[in-house]
Nanobody
Framework: QVQLVESGGGLVQAGGSLRLSCAASGNILNIVHMGWHRQAPGKQRELVATATTDGSTNYAESVKGRFTISRDNAKNMVYLQMNSLKPEDTAVYYC?????????????WGQGTQVTVSS
C-alpha cells in the first residue's frame, strides 16, 4: 500500500499563487508516476498534471503555463506550484500515485486538499 498526504491548499485571491505538496509513504517501490487531479463541485475529477519517475510531465490544457509539477524522488514528494490562479481553479486537489507491480498498474489517492480562488 501507498499512503499519500496532501498539504498546501487554502483560500487565495484570483491572480495569486499556492504550492501543493504530497508526501508518499509505505510501499513506494515501483511508483511509475505521480500527479495531481482535481474535482470541482458538480463536476468529474480531472487530470491537472502528472510527472513520471524519469521526469516527463503532462499538463491539462487549462493549466499549461500557470502550473508546474515537480518531484523529489529522494524525499518521495510531488509538488504543484500554481500561479495566476483563477476562480475556475477552485476544487479539491488530489494527489495520485501509480505503482507497477509486475503485471498491473495500481492507483493510490490522497484524501484531497481544498483550493478556493476568490474573484
Amino acid at each position: 500500500q501507498v499512503q499519500l498526504v496532501e498539504s498546501g491548499g487554502g483560500l487565495v485571491q484570483a491572480g495569486g499563487s499556492l504550492r501543493l505538496s504530497c508526501a508518499a509513504s509505505g510501499n513506494i517501490l515501483n511508483i511509475v508516476h505521480m500527479g495531481w487531479h482535481r474535482q470541482a463541485p458538480g463536476k468529474q475529477r480531472e487530470l491537472v498534471a502528472t510527472a513520471t519517475t524519469d521526469g516527463s510531465t503532462n499538463y491539462a490544457e487549462s493549466v499549461k503555463g500557470r502550473f508546474t509539477i515537480s518531484r523529489d524522488n529522494a524525499k518521495n514528494m510531488v509538488y504543484l506550484q500554481m500561479n495566476s490562479l483563477k476562480p475556475e481553479d477552485t476544487a479539491v486537489y488530489y494527489c495520485k500515485a501509480v505503482k507497477f507491480t509486475g503485471s498491473r498498474f495500481t492507483e493510490f489517492w490522497g484524501q484531497g486538499t481544498q483550493v478556493t480562488v476568490s474573484s
